[in-house]
């Protein structure tokens, strides 16, 4: 009787003796190709479906991220691409490992970053028969990503990363799913990295149509009272020269979106700052009372337009987008141009001639003297004093991200963003817990430049586990927590709406946070009194690692100018209302 052949080994998967048994897997030739997409990191927590793909890292060049919350490394991935331009990855195994990135994709999708998620997947013969950490990833992540696939053939691999990729960094920038079953991960894959895109009906505007272009000189060259609107989507494409250089030339003011900070200079004399439901009381007066107003990369969010019908009413209106879907969804304006930000404002610039606006800027600059942004100077630690000092330190040259709530519209409006992808939070969907883990990603992305998170004492804490990714990796990210012991945010509105109601809004039981930061490694550094905050803030610059600073701010503070939800902008709230207002109908 002769001896059986031995089975053959491929990184430590048995395999049979084929003719294929020489090639490398499925997750080998997966991770081959990210490296040919230039990916630096992956960020992601392991697990037994993503086994193979996780032991294919070990030779490779990608660092691998180890995060302690598949969300954690979402958003990571989130502030490395918002950071780049370039596409951040995440890897986690199936089931709740899949199902926790679910949020991040859907911060991502809302706000059109680049993120790409591979999940592992049970095995191919157990799909739909609900087996241990089974999850229908495809199907729940449908709503809230670009595109979304199950790998079913390992031979299909190097395609469907290739188009993955393209989908995620082109046109209306995006999240995308990877399913990966661990079968497939596993299997001998003799495919080309040479893969090519496979997308029928999938097109990249670039330029608009002449015509269109045609038309929205016309209605410029009829302006008195111009408004340029810059939104997310100028950041995006690069647009922030060429918005400047028509800006200059029609002599308009410009008036930027949340999501918009630092497409161009919030420092230029022209720059009116932030609109909208927490916007400069100056950029919301200049949109009501405008002729026109040309969106560049801007969607007419509700927190922008209020109650629709009483939005601009009297104002021409001019729309650039590089997503048609976008067109005519909340309002109509008169001229829509599909096509690429900067594109296609390059293009409307030798269209256009400088406007007779003297008197709207004369008007623009009585309205910015006579209602700044300010705040009380008694009564305490101020967290807009915190934050104006953080700008002033900074020289407004740190990349700064938040988490969502009161310090976040306190950081909008008084941390003046000067460059390009140098402010990110997350807007469309809200996102707490987002700030501190999406700055690390910027801080990865960035090594060399000064990252501040800034955080409230509510959202800190639904990621705070990351402090211990921060410590292992020495990440130098200050974050700045504005402590209220409230959920602010929700509070302010229960206050003027719910005839002060409090109901589900106090943080009694946070921890010290110094203490807890010193507990995961991370200097904690904590601030009482308004002289102290340069000192204490110039302390944490000057540390090479991460650092959390806890600024003990006043409990009730409300940010104002405040548009209520659903209300026209000629409702705009510039100081505290003596008087109980009504609640806001049919919006949150």
């Not at 630092?262 to 009381?281: I, K, S, V």
């Not at 969804?329 to 003297?358: F, H, N, Q, S, W």
């Not at 991460?546 to 026209?568: H, L, Q, R, T």
């Amino acid at each position: 009787m002769g001896i059986a052949a031995p089975k053959l080994i491929t990184r430590g998967v048995p395999v049979a003796n084929t003719p294929f048994s020489d090639c490398p897997s499925g997750a080998e030739v997966l991770i081959q190709c990210l490296e040919r997409e230039g990916v630096e990191y992956i960020f992601g927590l392991s697990g037994g479906a993503a086994i193979p793909i996780f032991d294919a890292l070990v030779d490779s060049t990608i660092k691998l991220i180890l995060v302690r919350h598949e969300q954690g490394a979402t958003h990571m991935a989130d502030g490395y691409a918002r950071a780049t331009g370039k596409p951040g990855v995440v890897l986690v195994t199936s089931g709740p490992g899949a199902t926790n990135t679910v949020t991040g994709m859907l911060t991502a999708q809302m706000d059109s970053a680049p993120v790409v998620v591979i999940a592992g997947q049970t095995l191919s013969s157990n799909l739909g028969k609900d087996a241990f950490q089974e999850a229908d990833v495809t199907g729940i992540t449908y709503p809230v990503v670009k595109h979304s696939t199950l790998v079913r053939d390992p031979e299909a691999i190097p395609r469907i990363v290739r188009e993955a990729f393209h989908l995620a960094t082109t046109g209306r920038p995006g999240p995308v799913l990877i399913d990966v079953p661990k079968d497939v991960s596993e299997a001998p894959c003799t495919a080309s990295l040479e893969a090519e895109v496979d997308l029928p009906g999938y097109t990249v505007p670039g330029h608009a149509e002449s015509a269109s272009l045609d038309a929205a000189a016309a209605l410029i060259r009829r302006s008195r009272r111009p408004v340029l609107y810059v939104g997310h989507g100028a950041v995006i494409a690069n647009a922030g020269k060429a918005v400047m250089t028509l800006a200059e030339k029609l002599r308009a003011p410009l008036v930027n979106t949340l999501l918009g900070k630092g497409a161009t200079d919030e420092t230029h004399p022209l720059h009116l700052g932030m609109l909208g439901m927490h916007g400069t009381a100056y950029a919301n007066k200049a949109v009501d009372a405008c002729d026109l107003i040309l969106s560049i990369g801007a969607r007419w969010d509700d927190r922008i337009t209020g109650k629709v019908d009483e939005f601009c009413v009297d104002a021409m209106k001019i729309h650039i987008d590089v997503d048609a879907s976008e067109f005519n969804k909340v309002l109509r304006p008169d001229v829509c141009l599909l096509g690429d930000a900067r594109l296609t404002v390059e293009d409307l610039i030798p269209r256009v001639e400088a406007l007779d606006t003297d008197e709207w800027l004369s008007v623009c600059t009585a309205w910015r003297q006579r209602f700044p942004l300010k705040y009380p100077k008694k009564g305490g630690l101020r967290a807009q004093h915190v934050l104006d000092r953080l700008d002033s330190l900074t020289e407004g040259n740190a990349i700064i991200t938040s988490d969502v709530g009161q310090h976040q519209m306190w950081a909008a409006q008084f941390c003046r963003t000067r460059s390009n992808r140098h402010w990110i939070t997350s807007g469309g969907a809200g996102t707490m817990g987002f700030g501190f883990p999406s700055a690390i990603g910027a801080q990865f992305a960035h090594p060399d430049k000064e990252v501040w998170a800034v955080v409230g004492d509510g959202g800190f804490q639904m990621t705070l586990c990351e402090l211990a990714t921060a410590a292992v990796h020495e990440v130098g990210v200050k974050v700045l927590i504005i402590n209220n012991n409230y959920l602010g945010m929700v509070r302010q509105w229960q206050q003027l709406f719910w005839e002060n109601r409090l109901s589900g809004v106090d943080l009694e039981g946070n921890p010290d946070f110094v203490k807890l930061a010193e507990a995961y490694g991370v200097k904690g550094i904590r601030i009482r009194r308004p002289g102290d905050v340069d000192r204490k803030l110039q302390e944490a610059r000057d540390h090479d690692g991460p650092v959390v600073v806890v600024a003990e701010v006043a409990k009730e503070d409300n940010v104002f100018p405040m548009i209520p939800a659903g209300a026209p902008i000629s409702n705009m709230i510039i100081e505290p209302p003596k008087e109980r207002m009504e609640k806001p109908s049919g919006s949150t």
